[in-house]
Structures are given as C-alpha cells and as structure tokens.
C-alpha cells in the first residue's frame, strides 16, 4: 500500500512504495534527505463510541443491519394467487350482474384489505429502522387493514347521509371530499398502527385505494356519477302534476274523446 510523505523543506507531497518504510531517501524536488514513516507513525482516527458498555468495556448494544426490500417466495406465490383471483372474480361480477352485489363488493374490500397493507408495509417502512416482525406485525397490519376497509363503508355512508339513493348519485363535488375524508383516515391508520411517517402512510394507504378501486372499477361497480358507465336513454319530458292549472284538474276524463260539436246550419 503507497505511504504519504511530505517533504519537511519544500512541503511537497507524494507517494512511494510501503517497502520504503522507515527508511531514508532525497526529497524528488527539493533532494533534500528525509525519512519515510512507517506503520508505528500512522496516524489513526478512530470513531467515537456511543453507547452503554458492560464491564469489560464492550458495548452491549448490537447494530442494526439495514435490510433491503425482498419479498419471500411465500407472498410472491400468495400475491399471485390474490391477483389472479381478484382480476376473475372482478370480471365474473360484471359480466354475471348488471349491478354487483354490495356483499360482493364489501367481501372484496376486505378480503384485499390484510395482504395489501402486509406487502404494502414492506415496501414503504424505513429501512434504518427494524421491521416488525412475528405476532406484532401480524397485529399491526390487522389493525392498519381494519381501518383501510372501514374507509369504505364510510365512504358508503357519506353517500346515504348526503342524501345519495346510490353511489351512482354521487357527484363530482361530493366524491373529491368523500375521497379527501377517506385518504385522511387511512393514512392516519397506517401512521399509528405501523409507525410510519406521514408520507409513507399516505403511500401505504394509496397502494390499497388504488387497487381495490381499479378493481371495483372492472367489476361494473358504480361508485359515483363520473364513473358511472350507464347512460341514460332519451324520453319524453315529464310535467310535475302540482304544476297543472286546478281549474283543469275538474275536467272530466273522457272529455277529449268527446266529439266536437256539429256547426249550426245557415237559414
């Protein structure tokens, strides 16, 4: 390994071989004689070390080793099943019902709610910090996808309390503050059941929005009038019965199929 040396008369610098350690040599500028240090003269900086240590001055606490994303072939497998059984079933609702049921819909919220907000966790947690891990991640993200799914159902009862007869009704106003209200709870769900910054539990949450509503979106699932796929088919206009003249309500019905009355003969 090459040693720097610095001349003590003209302080120039440069480098030679370690085999010319601790012996002595002309500066290549100057010519002037020095010596080359060796190891016994390097100078070493070392670290300072934080911590608790026990007696014998070693520190008791063990490094974290940062771990890098990798999905284990278990939810690799798992997850392809998930999609490749949620794509058909979307599809089987919409061609085997002119509206899906709404258990259907409420099953596949929160069938997708649990193994979106597992593999979602994996993907957005901080990786300085440890993951959760056992019985407590299992816990956690049950509790992080009890709220994502609950997000639904209160996205369905915004629509009744405004008033909505169906989600069909529901117009573009009331679907960005209902989407508003449902972005604010899940992320905060994510950011107290698993730790997670704000941002990345707003991430966190998205990844489950987008998938469940993609999917509702493929199964025929009118879930606001923006969305709606139906048109509405031209008709007559109707007259609002309070509207008619009370003095023509007292007309017999059978009046217009009376004939009109003969004209007088001329004398």
Not at 7 to 23: E, H, I, M
Not at 92 to 119: C, D, K, N, Y
Not at 161 to 185: R, S, W
Request: hydrophobic fraction near 45%; proline fraction near 8%.
């Amino acid at each position: 390994m090459p040693i720097s040396v610095t001349c003590p008369g003209c302080l120039s610098r440069f480098t030679v071989s370690d085999k010319y350690a601790g012996k002595k040599g002309p500066c290549p500028k100057c010519k002037k004689d020095l010596i080359v240090p060796d190891k016994s003269q390097e100078v070493v900086i070392h670290a300072p070390e934080i911590g608790p240590k026990d007696s014998k001055g070693v520190s008791v606490l063990k490094p974290l080793k940062r771990a890098e994303f990798k999905l284990s072939k278990i939810e690799i497998i798992v997850g392809a099943i998930l999609t490749v059984a949620s794509v058909g079933l979307a599809i089987f609702a919409r061609t085997g019902f002119a509206e899906p049921p709404w258990l259907l819909s409420a099953f596949g919220v929160i069938s997708l709610a649990f193994p979106l907000a597992w593999v979602g966790y994996s993907f957005f947690h901080d990786d300085e910090l440890q993951e959760y891990s056992g019985q407590e991640r299992s816990t956690r993200v049950g509790i992080c996808a009890l709220v994502f799914a609950v997000t639904w159902g209160l996205y369905w009862f915004l629509a009744n309390y405004m008033g909505n007869k169906t989600l069909a009704d529901v117009d573009a106003v009331q679907f960005a503050i209902f989407l508003a209200v449902m972005f604010v709870i899940g992320s905060l769900g994510s950011l107290a059941a698993m730790d997670l910054e704000f941002g990345q539990a707003l991430l966190h949450y998205s990844m489950y929005f987008a998938a469940t509503f993609l999917l509702a979106l493929l199964a025929g699932v009118q879930i606001s009038e923006p969305m709606s796929s139906g048109k509405s088919k031209p008709g007559f206009p109707t007259v609002n019965p309070n509207l008619i003249n009370p003095q023509l309500k007292n007309i017999a019905p059978n009046a217009a199929n009376k004939a009109p009355a003969a004209p007088p003969k001329p004398k």
